[in-house]
């Protein structure tokens, strides 16, 4: 992990060198160097995310290398380095190399993921490939030992699936594209799967399959003769697959007249259209060896928090049901978080009796839970036990049940998902959820972390099975969040550190006119704080848009071009105020916003749901400009103040700058996992708030202003 973070600085650090040095030879243009930094970043976010939707990830880092070689060539004509011919020919033999480079080359993906495990099966190999923002999308063919995927199929079933295409987003995350049935009947493989449930409690007129991919879901409602599927799926080019280049396989499933496609995000979708659903299902979306392994953990996910719950739940018809089906893992952990999740979801909603809405079974492999608009009734108790008794599932939880109900066929030694569900609806709830021992607290839209479930007392323990198979119980992906947090700050105190060091040892430093630790101070605290407001906000600001690549692309791109903005224009502040006014006003103004927009966005967001995205696009510039374009100002005024007052320290505050972003954005979702990015936000503010009285100027006393 050091040696790729250390690998991934190399262009970072002559790049920022450069930067740097203009900054030093230009101090007095310090707010138009930034500002043309910050603008330029901003495009270049909107331009990397354009151009992947063009080009695979490979012939992407070329360009981007050729960009860097066009950055040279302009620096150095600029800088009169003399030579242009010569210059030139270095430059176009560069973009060569990279270019045979992206064409000779190929990415090495970890042999641990899914597709390649998958393609050591003989006969296995990939047969096409798609590159979008969404993934890498890799279809596998498998000629002498065909593809089986029917997720926690009943062990009584006898009948085999359809023949089958794999599709893995970046090496994971495996769906299938199934050949089109000759009959129904080729499909009934499908009605012995958890998922099925809600099929056989009563008549289902009109469906909702949230991540709808290959089809199998589809078809899986076609054997149960469904009149109507809306069929959502977020990537147009997994639908590109199915429907036009597999589409003699696929037999044009999502052309049917039956089926009604969206290319949406679920709960935009949802928050858009005034139907309602006798059945939503939320599909099986997550890898199992992913999942299992604790490498969804920092993934933000806003399908499955208490306000997601809720809204699927004002889309149901009475008496409809939400059908949420997910990977078995033991000890349970994201089944009974989901379970958590959901009594909490109707408790909110203002539901009394939250035991008599719900149902969970059980197969080997998977769970599917069950929630209902309304209470379930004697008959669909007894059609789902008669359904779970037909398949070998086990009943975790239905109303009215027994616990020598539970537990029959897929033994476990305790019957664990029964107690939990059973602690998760007593009054001993927040007992049970402190001494378990994985995070079962239901995720939230301001805490959307439902696969983070590691509790550090747990770690020991773990540690003493770890020759027992205790090592596959971490949760991987946050010891490497916490391991990547520990290198990046003692190289940032390192790097900040350093410079002070080797200043002190010079035969003859110049004296100093500002207090050291105000620059430190004043720097770290904008680093910090400025990444944290933009993170933050970038996630709120996803609930808005729902489009990930949307979100990232515009709200990313806001904030960085109108932080370039204020940096350009707090001349017109500078030439009316001083430095340290100015600072002062830019710090207020940001705190003013950013406490307003905590308490005001939902509302926002809930006026503006409806909205094209086009309209939604230019809520979110309106509201994002004013608090980007002040937060653009602390930076260079206090930059500038070190450039006039004492200009050796203006390359360590820049570099200091430098290290506390990188350090905020691991910080930053820490605390969001933990306390939300509500959190994260109230502490970006505080951080503004303390550099006010250590603003970076001679003749100010600790704590003091001019």
Known sequence: LLAIFL?????????????????????????????????????????????????????????????????????AWELRLGQHVGLSVACVLGSIVLLQAAQSLQLNMSPYKSLQQTLRVAGARIIAQRSSPLGLLSVVASTEIPLRHAPGLSLQAVQEPLPQLGVFTDGDNMIVINRKPQ??????????????????????????????????????????HIPWIDALEINPQLIDLVDNTYRDFTGGLYRQDNVSLHIAEARDFLGRTRQHYDLIELALLDSFNASSAGLYALNESYL???????????????????????????????????????????????RQAPERQIMLIRSWQTSTLLIKNGFFTEGEIQAAKSFCADRAFDLAWLPGIQEKEVNRYNVLQKPYFHQGALALLGAQREAFLQRYKFDLRPASDDRPYFNHFFKWRVLPEILRLRGQGGMALL???????????????????????????????????PVSKIHPIRVMGYFFSIGLAFLFIEIAMMQKFMLFLHHPIHAIAVTLTAFLVFAGLGSHYCKWLLWRYSRQRS??????AIILISSIYLYTLENVFSWFAAASAAGKIAVTLL????????????????????????????????????????????????????????????????LYLGIIPIFPAPGLKAGGMA
């Open 183 to 224: 009959s129904l009947q080729q499909t009934a493989y499908l009605d012995q799967m958890t998922s099925a449930l809600p099929y056989h409690l009563q008549a289902l007129q009109r469906i909702l399959i949230v991540g709808a991919g290959g089809g199998t879901d589809i078809l899986q409602a076609n054997y149960q």
């Open 623 to 686: 509201l994002i400009a004013p608090l980007g374009f002040f937060m653009g100002m602390p930076f260079p005024i206090g930059l500038s103040s070190v450039a006039e007052h004492d200009q050796q320290y203006l390359p360590w505050a820049w570099g200091i700058n430098g290290c506390a972003s990188v350090i905020s954005a691991v910080l930053a979702t820490l605390l969001a996992i933990h306390f939300g990015f509500s959190a994260v936000i109230a502490v970006a503010l505080l």
């Open 475 to 509: 949760e991987s992906g946050y010891l490497v969040f916490i391991a990547t947090l520990v290198i990046a700050v003692l190289l940032s105190l390192l790097l900040i550190v350093l410079p002070v060091l080797l200043h002190q040892r010079g035969r003859n430093p």
């Open 7 to 75: 690998l991934l600085t190399v262009p970072f650090f002559f790049a920022a060198s450069a930067f740097c040095l203009a900054l030093m030879f230009f101090r007095e243009q310090v707010a138009r160097i930034y500002a043309a930094d910050l603008v330029g970043a901003g495009f270049g976010c909107l331009g990397i995310i354009s151009l992947l939707h063009y080009v695979f990830p490979l012939p992407a880092l070329a360009i981007i290398g050729i960009t860097g070689i066009a950055a040279a060539y302009i620096g």
């Open 304 to 350: 499955y928090t208490v306000e997601a719950l809720q809204l699927y739940l004002q889309r149901l018809q009475p008496g409809g049901y939400l059908a949420i089906t997910r990977w078995i893992k033991l000890p349970p952990r994201d089944t009974l978080k989901l379970f958590a999740t959901a009594v909490q979801a109707l408790r909110q909603s203002g």
């Open 583 to 588: 600072a002062m006003i830019a710090v207020f």
